[in-house]
């Protein structure tokens, strides 16, 4: 122990605040999963995963994209993915962590200008860090502290380019980002608009593009992680064909790291034939979606439309007692606390997927009725 006290005390001081994270297994009906469509492990996929399997398809890539890794499932992948989102190029990543990261941290230049949102995802922040940029914060959603926080940049001086980063849908709060808007002021800043389109793909656009899908494309840039609605790992990054050259030949995240497995390109590849093809798919969920909120929306859950569901707490230790309440009860349901979200807005963070059935739902809300009243939710 005494080579880690630093980080004994450390997690001790995490304890005492509530805030200690633990694993705990995946038991109960799943309010918890992005697996939006529940795809993860559908027969659909299944067979798909067995048909690559089947026709020698690898599981390991063996080295670098650049190096031996290459392999045709890759640029498959990417080909098809550049023509589902309407793009002139596609690029997969491992993850959406090292694709957010190797983003930000690669293409924004020396004497350019990050504008964040403020509830962008800690990958956004990590590639931020990284790159050489300056970075400045906006206001949640609001389009006017996007304008002046780039008028103020410009009055200090910055005369490069302004990379405007938000998420589409975001992952706590379930709200969307006002994509238009946020588009046409990019447009007249010739800024770059970067949308993290995580919690969006497969669910939201006509056949599941996402709700950039459709905005002008010269200056956007999306990216898509597929370890959410489309049920598999990794993430796509889309833009200008220019994009994708210089993620090659600049991105640390992706040029020092083996390739993404082929088996799982090709995984990918088949859920995105899926998504498109299965409106069914959304119909179920969109039906879940409005089912829940007309059943948990009295018991404070934050307005919306999405899937997910945010019920805000504030207190970290309360938030924590009553998701191991739903959890003994056979719900899966995750506390979230900070510095995952603003300090003093710890929340339950109800997730609904294709994975529940209406009576899950409802058996879920009359549950939480009997463990909320005490608990006054309170505004984020
Ligand atoms: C908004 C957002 N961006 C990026 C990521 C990272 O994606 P991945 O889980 O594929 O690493 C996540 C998921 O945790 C996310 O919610």
Not at 90 to 112: E, I, K, V
Not at 176 to 203: N, Q, R, S
């Amino acid at each position: 122990m005494q080579h880690f006290e630093a980080q004994a005390q450390d997690l001790a001081g995490l304890a005492a605040r509530g805030r200690e994270r633990r694993l705990i297994s995946r038991e109960g009906a799943d309010f918890a999963s992005n697996d939006y469509l529940g795809l993860a492990n559908s027969p659909l996929l299944r067979a798909a995963v067995e048909a690559a399997l089947a026709r020698g398809v690898p599981i390991g890539s063996g080295g670098s994209r650049l190096l031996r890794g290459n392999h045709p499932e890759h640029e498959a992948l990417e080909a098809e993915a550049a023509a589902y989102f309407g793009r002139e190029s596609a690029l997969y990543f491992s993850s959406g962590y090292a694709a957010n990261a190797a983003l930000l941290a690669t293409l924004p230049q020396r004497g350019d200008l990050v504008l964040f949102d403020a509830l962008v995802h800690a990958s956004a922040h990590e590639g931020m860090r990284l790159g050489r940029a300056e970075i400045r914060q906006a206001a949640h959603n609001d389009v006017g502290a996007f304008a002046d926080a780039i008028a103020g940049w410009r009055r200090d001086g910055g005369t490069g380019r302004v990379w405007i980063a938000v998420e589409s849908l975001y992952s706590m709060d379930g709200d969307v980002a006002p994509l238009a808007a946020l588009a046409a002021l990019a447009e007249a800043e010739g800024a770059i608009l970067l949308v993290d389109e995580a919690h969006a793909t497969g669910i939201y656009g006509p056949q599941g593009q996402g709700l950039a899908y459709g905005l002008p494309t010269a200056n956007l840039i999306t990216l898509h992680t597929c370890g959410k609605a489309l049920g598999c790992e990794g993430a796509l990054i889309t833009g200008p064909a220019i994009v994708r050259d210089f993620l090659v030949n600049r991105g640390r995240a992706f040029i020092f790291s083996t390739a993404p497995s082929p088996l799982m390109a090709a995984a990918v590849r088949a859920a995105l034939r899926i998504v498109a093809a299965s409106d069914a798919l959304r119909t179920g969920l969109f039906e879940r979606i409005a089912m829940a909120r007309h059943a948990l929306g009295p018991l404070g859950v934050s307005a919306g439309e999405t899937q997910i569901l945010p019920l805000i707490l504030g207190d970290d230790v309360r938030t924590m007692a009553i998701a191991g309440a739903l959890q003994e009860s056979g719900f899966d349901v995750r506390g979230i606390r900070p510095p995952t979200v603003p300090a003093g807005t710890s929340r339950l963070r109800i997730s609904i997927t294709n994975n529940v059935s209406h009576a899950d739902i409802a058996a879920l809300a009359e549950r939480l009725a009997t463990l909320i009243p005490a608990t006054e939710p309170i505004a984020a």
